[in-house]
């Protein structure tokens, strides 16, 4: 217990100190809270990457594609493919007994985003992004039972009207309800807006297939079929029937794992630059709060004395001088954490996809898994810095007490 | 003895702290130099592509295809010297994620087109222009794979199918190797006959990706664009026209404001030093207060003294911050080669060195001010508790 | 040994400001000290000797009056004057000696003469002259922290040799020191005072040091008591 007592009276003496040395402990706050800041970023945009992209897709959802194709818009697959498909074992089929598959276009047309636009409105001028459009088939809203239609309604089939992701309307020009949008030679008309469980389908703009087709003369091409499944079984079924019809030279997977490992292409390389970043950061920040504590030690070098030569451990020394490091890191770690939250969380930022070759649009995301990882590094930091100082302070002489001009 | 000297022996007075101060600038100067060079090696290699070339892309977007034909079409519009075009093939090496930038030319026009960017031996080009089934590798690729003139190399297509047998695979011979002629010109790539590439593969017969070529000077540039957009008016395939510099940056630009990332991040790292470094100077002349009050006391001039304290704050800062560039020179240098010409240019280019010593010199010209300001001002009767 | 007046003190007043109210330290103080004199001035705490040692220094100003150096006025000069007036005439001599803990015995020395244009070897010449003169020549390259506290201000004497001033203000030179070393501390500043010439001024608590000089002063909130001559 007593030793308890000891390690309490020291913390409060060097905890009621920080004011004393306000610049000093001032600088080691913001210097960790910056170097947390700058992970916390990145990770958070690492973070809310993979939730768009991992958030696209149903398990229960297969996407087929011209094997070894690795993405939509390199794969061609074919109206009899298709036809094949709707015939195959495994696939769901809606209470009218059709088949719930939907053979889809992926082109790239593209838009200008909302930062983009120059100041005198006009959008021809401006900087354009790649943007995806992709054609339904008839189906294609069915095999979607968690589609939710925020605003208007959805595009007639054989009409040159658009439906747009709500991520996209977000972030894009010109991609409101009503709107008129010129894609190559024609126009569409938006008339509604959708939600998709925040996922890459929310950064789309959705038509009917024909109309797309004849838009970039495609007649009877689609990039993929999506197929709505019946069980958890139900895609080595359909992928053993791929197999064994030499028609059907097409890769089977979930739409979950197709999206999951373009995401974590992505999101692995933010986390690879985030990473060593903050580390390196981390080293200077270190070598801020080791000077703090230094300068803190030698500053209550006589207190401390005294106390040693009343009877107080040098264990106590040690264990307060390091919990005043820690408090000074968690600060640093919580104002990051803040800072981060405050500037980055919601911010929405677009970028090109590998695989897709048009614009992702995601939401940083500062979760509670990132903002742990942010105080850990303050904590790290804390502890570094604060346990050679504590050391020192363990073992100051007693005759310091008596103190010297 | 001199003053330098002096600032010298006060600079390490306490070891331990000038060495993390050092430490601590060190790191942010190798942030600097890093992202700094990566920064430039993307403007500067936009900027340095000739000013009289431009694209020609299909106006829905640049993965449209265009008609072979309008080739031709162009190739006769006035003002227009040289024509060349690509297709994108979705290129790579044994497995998928060994993505290589591959495309389909025509031998002659396109080495001719980019005759100032890429070197390649005479004899080689013509192997090129003659074999139907040989390929010219950039040097990047030829070194990461370790190919050679004459190896015969299986290239796969995730778009593509071979006619030949229903594979993605297309053996192809190594015809040359093509040099970077300036240094920030990409040689991560392959270039094979186009003419080879049409007749093989299963759809998309005798279309094209996209156009390039050389006007006579930059200053009909706008000229030409408009000819060609408008000739292409109302077809099947509109065209946007502009030029190879507008195209790059268009396209950088799609990945994400990379230069506001980065400025971001070496802000946040110069105010994490400016914080640590400000204060440790401050700190560090207070505790000095009574050697400099002894200083004035023996006749040392105030603007001597304030000279000695910004000196030691420059000097700090220079020993942190050189070693920290020399670092990053060498890591650029190590990414480079690691990227095997990814983001051609890198280095530590000369802009990028000079503007990081004079952020060395303001960060210690400012550290420096305050303390240097209070050694300045201080008052030898008070500081020596002479009252 | 004494002659002709070297410091000349007229109606000198000084007074400070602190928050609301003003303290008088001097109110028209005279004094005279002629060349080559050594005199212990002695007084209790807030008397004003470390005021009269710092106006004698020239590291500060009389709020009035007037200070006369060799014929020449002291008070009217700017802080740079002052500055380049104090490294060639005065030499200090603090109680805690005050030496740079960067810096050897011999660089300690030396520093008065970065202030001149002296060459290199001229300055080691006078370095070691100087040096030998306290009898630490073979400490030269010795740190402060490496020496004892007489050896310490043996150092700051040579420093305050270094540029051959006419005056020396030592402010409790053997304050921090044990009676031995303080004595012989003394007898080299009254050495310096026979032998060389130098004129000195010494703010002192302690009556034995005091018996070192020609006379002592007796200041008591800002006015000279009793006037005593040593012979």
New interface residues.
């Given amino acids: 217990m007593r030793v308890f007592n000891e390690i309490a009276v020291v913390t409060t003496i060097c905890i009621k100190s920080i004011p004393q040395r306000f610049?000093?402990s001032?600088?080691?706050v913001?210097?960790v809270g910056?170097?947390v800041?700058?992970l916390l970023?990145f990770l958070a945009m690492a973070a809310g990457f993979q939730q768009t992209l991992r958030g696209t897709g149903a398990k229960d959802m297969a996407i087929l594609m011209r094997a070894?194709?690795?993405?939509e818009?390199?794969s061609?697959v074919t109206r009899d493919q298709a036809r094949l498909i709707e015939e195959a074992p495994g696939v769901m089929k809606d209470a009218d007994g059709k088949p719930l598959v939907s053979p889809e276009l992926y082109?790239?047309?593209?838009g200008v985003k909302k930062t983009?636009v120059p100041a005198d409105g006009n959008l021809k001028k401006a900087?354009?992004?790649?943007l995806t459009l992709r054609g339904l088939g008839p189906a294609g809203i069915a095999v979607r039972p968690d589609l939710k239609i925020v605003e208007g309604r959805a595009f007639k089939p054989g009409t040159n009207e658009l439906m747009v992701g709500r991520a996209l309307q977000k972030d894009f020009a010109g991609l409101n309800v009503g709107n008129t949008v010129k894609?190559?030679?024609s126009n569409w008309l938006v008339v509604g807006a959708f939600e998709l469980g925040g996922s890459v389908f929310e950064s789309e703009l959705w038509a009917d297939t024909p109309e797309v087709q004849d838009?970039?003369?495609r007649q009877n091409?689609f990039q993929s079929i999506r197929a709505r499944l019946t069980g958890p079984d139900a895609l080595k079924t359909l992928s053993d029937y791929a197999a064994n019809d030499p028609q059907l030279k097409l890769d089977v997977t979930t739409e979950a794992d197709y999206y999951a490992q373009q995401a974590s292409r992505t999101s692995d390389l933010i986390q690879k630059l985030g990473w060593p970043?903050a580390i390196?950061?981390a080293?200077?920040?270190l070598?801020?709060a080791?000077?703090t504590m230094?300068?803190s030690v030698a500053a209550r070098a006589q207190e401390i004395a005294t106390l040693r030569c009343i009877g107080f451990s040098g264990t106590s020394s040690f264990i307060g001088t390091l919990l005043e490091s820690l408090v000074l890191a968690l600060m640093g770690g919580i104002v990051g954490t803040l800072v981060t939250w405050v500037l980055f969380d919601g911010l929405t930022?677009?970028?090109?996809s590998g695989a897709s070759?048009s614009?992702i649009v995601f939401t940083f995301h500062l979760t509670p898994a990132v903002a742990l990882q942010g105080i850990i590094l303050a904590l790290v930091v804390g502890l570094v810095g604060g346990v050679f100082p504590a050391w020192r302070a363990a073992r100051i002489p007693i005759v310091e007490a008596y103190g010297t001009p | 003895?001199?003053?330098l000297?002096?600032l010298w022996?006060?600079l390490f007075?306490r070891k331990?702290?000038t060495f993390?101060?050092m430490?601590?600038i060190f790191?942010?100067f190798?942030?600097y130099g890093v992202l700094g060079s990566i920064h430039y090696a993307f403007e500067h290699g936009v900027d340095s592509s000739a000013d009289n070339r431009l694209v020609v892309v299909n106006?829905?977007?640049f993965?449209?295809p265009l008609p072979y034909a309008y080739v031709g079409k162009i190739a006769a519009i006035k003002g227009v010297k040289n024509v060349t075009f690509a297709n994108w093939f979705?290129g790579y090496y044994q497995d998928?994620r060994n993505q290589i930038g591959t495309f389909a030319v025509d031998p002659e026009s396109y080495l001719r087109i980019y005759r100032d960017d890429l070197r390649i031996d005479p004899a080689q080009r013509e192997a090129f222009i003659h074999d139907r089934t040989s390929m010219v590798v950039g040097e990047a690729i030829a070194t990461k794979y370790g190919w050679k003139v004459g190896d015969r190399i299986p290239i796969?297509s995730?778009?593509f199918t071979n006619k030949a047998d229903g594979s993605?695979t297309w053996q192809l011979t190594v015809a040359g190797i093509a040099y970077a002629a300036r240094k920030s010109f990409n040689t991560s790539f392959i270039i094979f006959q186009y003419e080879n590439f049409n007749e093989s593969k299963t759809?998309g017969k005798d279309t094209i990706g996209w156009i390039t070529l050389e006007t006579d000077s930059a200053a009909v540039n706008e000229t030409v664009a408009a000819t060609i957009d408008e000739l292409f008016a109302?077809s099947?395939a509109?065209t946007n026209t502009q030029s190879e510099k507008a195209f790059g940056?268009?396209f950088l630009?799609?990945?994400?404001n990379i230069a506001l990332i980065i400025t971001?991040?070496v802000g946040?790292?110069f105010?994490?030093?400016l914080?640590?470094v400000?204060?440790?100077m401050?700190?560090a002349v207070r505790e000095r207060t009574?050697?400099i009050a002894?200083?004035?006391?023996?006749?040392?001039?105030?603007w001597r003294i304030w000279r000695q304290v910004l000196g030691e704050s420059v000097l700090l800062s220079l020993l942190g911050g050189v070693p920290g560039l020399l670092v990053a020179g060498l890591l650029v240098t190590v990414l480079s080669k690691a990227a095997s010409g990814a983001i051609p240019g890198l280095a530590l280019t000369l802009p990028v060195a000079g503007l990081g010593l004079t952020f060395m010199l303001l960060l210690g010209v400012i550290t420096g001010f305050l303390p240097a300001w209070n050694a300045l001002r201080l008052n030898?009767?008070t500081a020596?508790g002479?009252? | 040994m004494t002659g002709q007046t070297l410091i000349h003190l007229q109606d000198v007043s000084k007074r400070?400001v602190k928050g609301k109210d003003t303290i008088t330290i001097f109110d028209h103080l005279g004094l005279s000290i002629p060349a080559g004199d050594f005199v212990a001035v002695m007084g209790p705490s807030g008397s004003g000797k470390?005021?009269l040692?710092?106006l004698l220094?020239g590291?500060?100003q009389p709020t009035e009056g007037s200070i006369t150096f060799d014929g020449g006025r002291v008070d009217t000069l700017t802080?740079?004057q002052l500055?380049?007036?104090?490294?060639?005439n005065v030499g200090?001599i603090?109680q805690f000696y005050?030496l740079?803990?960067?810096?050897s015995a011999a660089?300690n020395v030396?520093?008065?003469l970065?202030?001149t244009s002296f060459g290199r070897a001229e300055?080691k010449r006078r370095v070691e002259a100087a040096l030998s003169l306290v009898g630490l020549a073979e400490r030269a390259d010795h740190y402060p922290r490496e020496m004892s506290g007489g050896q310490q201000q043996r150092v700051a004497i040579a420093?305050a040799l270094i540029s051959d001033p006419k005056l020396l203000l030592c402010?409790e030179p053997t304050g921090d020191l044990d009676r031995t070393t303080a004595d012989e501390i003394l007898a080299m500043l009254r050495l310096l005072n026979q032998e060389m010439g130098k004129t000195i001024v010494m703010v002192t608590h302690d009556p034995e040091a005091a018996k070192y000089a020609r006379r002592t002063l007796h200041l008591d909130k800002g006015r000279f008591t009793e006037r005593e001559l040593v012979a």
């Fill in positions: 610049w000093a001032f600088s080691t913001v210097a910056l170097v800041t700058v970023a070894g194709s690795q993405a818009l390199n061609g082109v790239i047309v593209d983009a900087p354009r992004s790649n894609l190559g030679n838009l970039f003369h091409v970043l390196a950061m080293f200077g920040a070598a801020g080791l000077n230094y300068s930022g677009s970028t090109l070759f614009q | 003895m001199s003053d000297y002096l022996r006060n007075r331990l702290r993390l101060m430490l601590a790191v942010a190798v942030i106006k829905i977007t993965i449209q979705g998928a796969n995730n778009i993605h759809f109302n099947t509109e940056k268009a630009a799609q990945l994400g971001l991040v946040a790292a105010a994490t030093i914080m640590i400000g204060n440790t401050v700190m009574k050697e002894v200083l004035k006391t023996l006749g040392f001039p105030s030898i009767v020596l002479r009252l | 400070f470390t005021t040692l710092n220094g590291i500060d802080e740079g500055a380049r007036w104090r490294a060639h200090f603090f005050n740079m803990p960067t810096l660089r030396e520093l008065p970065l202030l300055r420093r402010d």
